[in-house]
């Protein structure tokens, strides 16, 4: 359990990936299931992974940012829930996107109390979940306000802000690689 860290949620709810990117090849079956086959994952991993950052709770500072994961799992499912799935059940939609942003909430939280931490590649962690988010927010808004007829202020604002705090991430951890990079690269004087 002392090696069980959030990123195995990337090898094993990673397949809900193809459920995305399937539907633009002309193969729905594969990509149902594999929705169904990153869900069921998502869902057997959990336990392992929560119960291992719950139990040994210190974690080395170069995988910290790993936590940050939590925030995908949900949100790959839930765009290629809508991705995949028809009909969509509503209330199954609803239940998950709450569980993602739950999920969001406890990452974002993380990032803010880690930002400080010596940069490693595990930095990486505060991309792809926040961006995947941001996706299933605007996958979500778009398809509930497809659905009651209306526009949904605080669907919009929510996108708005998940999809902002995505760029800003994206472009943290851009610059603290090219600061990393950049003090690595030897200077060379002619």
Same mark, same amino acid.
Not at 106 to 113: D, G, N
């Given at each position: 359990m002392q090696d069980v860290f959030a990123n195995y949620y990337i090898v094993y $709810?990673? @397949?809900a990936a193809a459920a995305v990117t399937a539907p633009v090849y002309g193969l729905p079956e594969i990509a149902a299931a594999a929705c169904w086959i990153g869900f069921a994952a998502f869902l057997i991993v959990f336990l392992p992974i929560t119960v291992r950052y719950v139990r040994l709770p210190g974690v080395p500072?170069?995988?910290?940012? &790993?936590? +940050?994961?939590?925030?995908?799992?949900?949100?790959?499912?839930?765009?290629?829930? @809508?991705?995949t799935v028809t009909?969509?059940?509503?209330?199954?939609? @609803?239940? &998950?996107?709450?569980? %993602? +942003?739950l999920l969001?909430?406890?990452?974002?939280? =993380?990032?803010? *109390?880690?930002?400080? &931490?010596?940069? *490693?590649p *595990?930095?990486?962690?505060f991309t792809f979940p926040f961006v995947i988010a941001a996706t299933a927010s605007t996958q979500v808004t778009s398809y509930l306000e497809t659905f009651t007829g209306h526009v949904l202020p605080l669907?919009?604002?929510?996108?708005?802000?998940?999809?902002?705090? %995505?760029?800003?991430?994206?472009?943290?951890? #851009? &610059?603290?690689? #090219?600061?990393?990079? #950049? =003090?690595?690269?030897? $200077?060379?004087?002619?």
């Open positions: $709810v990673g @397949i500072d170069p995988v910290k940012p &790993l936590i +940050c994961i939590y925030a995908a799992p949900a949100s790959l499912c839930l765009t290629a829930y @809508i991705e009909p969509v059940s509503p209330e199954f939609l @609803i239940g &998950l996107y709450i569980v %993602a +942003c969001y909430l406890f990452a974002l939280q =993380k990032v803010i *109390s880690y930002r400080h &931490l010596l940069f *490693s *595990s930095y990486a962690a669907m919009e604002g929510a996108m708005l802000a998940q999809t902002v705090i %995505a760029a800003v991430l994206v472009m943290y951890v #851009l &610059l603290r690689y #090219l600061q990393f990079f #950049l =003090k690595q690269t030897p $200077v060379v004087n002619k």
